[in-house]
């Protein structure tokens, strides 16, 4: 475990005794990634910011649901925001289907729309840590991970798109996240 | 059993990824619940694919929220004070005085005791919604007029996974055609199911409570239906109302 994740661990007991300085310490490291992923899979700011408003809420109400022994805080944090921004799209999908609504999708944000944004230096690493990692996968793995992870598409959506058997689209997402696995793996 | 855990292991990742449906969803369910829990080997698969995803977030480009986000959430912690404590009077009226403002946002103005015809019970339900309310992960729902229903008649779901009731309040709602009463319907993947028995509001008045675990679904529908007999599927003529849980 790395000097930032212990930090994030004193962070998160802090929390727990419902220190407000330290929420907002958390807020201040995750707040920019939480914001950025929420972006990418709703590409609508205003649900992106209930997205982060709502995973910091939880956090802040039940700070018992992260385990430090199932791994690090900011993996525990990021998949709550990513979750939830899923749940949020997936309704919105749902909502405009049901009401025959146009669809007001702003276009997807650019793919970097704030590389300047100041960001903690070991959330920087590891950022390209992640990216170089995913270029180290093919392109069809690549490809099924984006759709899923970042379009929060199901499995069966992926197959139905591609035009492939959902069994190809559930390999490449496992061999894709095994090397990842690999890839990341923190001492 | 190479090839379960190979099998296994596909569910963990669309698990952990959030793409699994239908049956793989299902069979996702019972393995974690049966399975996992007593399989080492599946545990740590589980965290080492669950650090995969919380690490996929910075593929995504940082971007900084606005700067009013942080008073809002600071707002909102100071609104609704924490589960499992004991409230205090003040914290009560601000939990009322939430619930109030949340239902506002919804299009109502739900005035509690004030327009109830049987104040009891309806001052009982209207207490439970804001039990409700305070529960971790509490999340009103706009449940929203469709079609040619009255847009003022907006109603209001309120709901929590440790709670595991549903409780709609709507106070602008129109009365249904002669012969005719509201049902309300959960949908997910599998369709629609009634719950609960049909209701008439009063006076426009809606306070429903209504036993059920609101997590097994996605989607919340109120139609208008022949009165007295159970409806087998949602009737897509007349008013009705619709929220994604």
Not at chain 1, 37 to 57: G, M, N, W
Request: net charge negative.
């Amino acid at each position: 475990m790395g000097e930032d994740d212990r930090h994030d661990l004193e962070l998160h007991r802090l929390v727990s005794a419902r220190e407000r300085s330290a929420f907002d310490e958390l807020y201040r490291r995750y707040a920019r990634s939480a914001y950025g992923v929420a972006l990418r899979v709703t590409s609508q700011d205003l649900i992106a910011q209930e997205v982060v408003q709502d995973a910091f809420l939880a956090l802040w109400r039940a700070p018992e649901a992260f385990d430090p022994t199932r791994g690090a805080f900011r993996s525990f944090f990021l998949s709550l925001v990513h979750h939830r921004a899923v749940d949020a799209v997936r309704r919105e999908e749902r909502l405009r289907r049901r009401t025959e609504r146009a669809a007001n999708l702003e276009p997807a944000t650019g793919e970097d729309p704030a590389e300047d944004v100041v960001e903690d230096a070991y959330l920087r690493v590891r950022r390209k840590e992640v990216r170089a990692a995913l270029t180290t996968l093919p392109p069809a793995q690549q490809q099924v991970l984006e759709m899923a992870y970042l379009d929060g598409k199901t499995q069966a959506r992926i197959a139905e798109e591609l035009g492939i058997p959902i069994g190809t689209v559930k390999t490449r997402t496992l061999a894709a996240m095994r090397k990842l696995r690999e890839a990341l793996r923190e001492e | 059993m190479s090839e379960d855990h190979e099998r296994i292991d596909e569910l963990l990742a669309g698990y952990v990824l959030l793409s699994l449906s239908g049956e793989d969803a299902a069979e996702a369910d019972r393995i974690l619940a049966e399975h996992v829990p007593s399989c080492g080997r599946c545990r740590a698969t589980l965290n080492d694919l669950q650090a995969v995803s919380g690490d996929l977030a910075l593929a995504a480009a940082p971007v900084d929220p606005p700067e009013t986000l942080l008073p809002r959430i600071h707002r909102a912690i100071d609104e609704v004070p924490l589960a499992g404590r004991t409230p205090r009077r003040g914290a009560l009226v601000a939990v009322a005085a939430s619930a109030v403002a949340l239902v506002a946002l919804g299009g109502l103005s739900l005035v509690l005791g004030s327009r109830l015809s049987d104040a009891q019970t309806r001052a009982g339900t209207a207490l439970e919604i804001l039990s409700a309310m305070r529960s971790p992960g509490a999340q009103p729902v706009n449940v929203t007029p469709q079609d040619e229903t009255p847009p003022e008649s907006g109603m209001v779901e309120v709901s929590a996974p440790d709670v595991r009731r549903l409780y709609i309040a709507a106070e602008y709602c129109p009365e249904p055609a002669a012969g005719r009463a509201y049902q309300l319907w959960l949908g997910n993947d599998d369709g629609w199911e009634p719950v609960g028995e049909m209701f008439w509001p009063e006076d426009g008045v809606v306070l429903l409570e209504l036993e059920v675990d609101v997590a097994r679904y996605d989607e919340i529908w109120i139609t208008e239906e022949a009165a007295g007999s159970p409806p087998s599927e949602p009737n897509t003529d007349g008013p009705s109302w619709f929220g994604s849980l």
